[in-house]
């Protein structure tokens, strides 16, 4: 499951899954976007407070969306 979707499920606002995990909201956003993959220790984290609902894989599939999404041509 995307971080974004987890969080959107259970109603939980960026700045309140910052707080539980002990990084900055914008931080949360961008990897919830998939802009940024987080590290092994934020990682960890993800898994321990979504008691493992949003996986390593589910985090990286996310930046493969983002990325992916950049490159597509509209005229395509």
Same mark, same amino acid.
């Given at each position: 499951?995307?971080?974004?979707?987890?969080?959107?499920?259970?109603?939980?606002?960026?700045?309140?899954?910052?707080?539980?995990?002990?990084?900055?909201?914008?931080?949360? &956003?961008?990897?919830?976007?998939? &802009?940024?993959?987080?590290?092994?220790?934020?990682?960890?984290?993800?898994?321990?407070?979504?008691?493992?609902?949003?996986?390593?894989?589910?985090?990286?599939?996310?930046?493969?969306?983002?990325?992916?999404?950049?490159?597509?041509?509209?005229?395509?």
């Amino acid at each position: 499951m995307l971080l974004y979707d987890w969080l959107n499920d259970n109603d939980i606002t960026y700045r309140e899954f910052a707080y539980r995990i002990g990084f900055s909201s914008r931080t949360i &956003e961008k990897w919830a976007r998939g &802009e940024r993959y987080p590290k092994y220790r934020a990682t960890k984290a993800i898994l321990r407070v979504t008691h493992g609902k949003v996986t390593p894989q589910d985090l990286y599939d996310a930046t493969e969306l983002f990325h992916n999404k950049s490159k597509i041509s509209p005229f395509s």
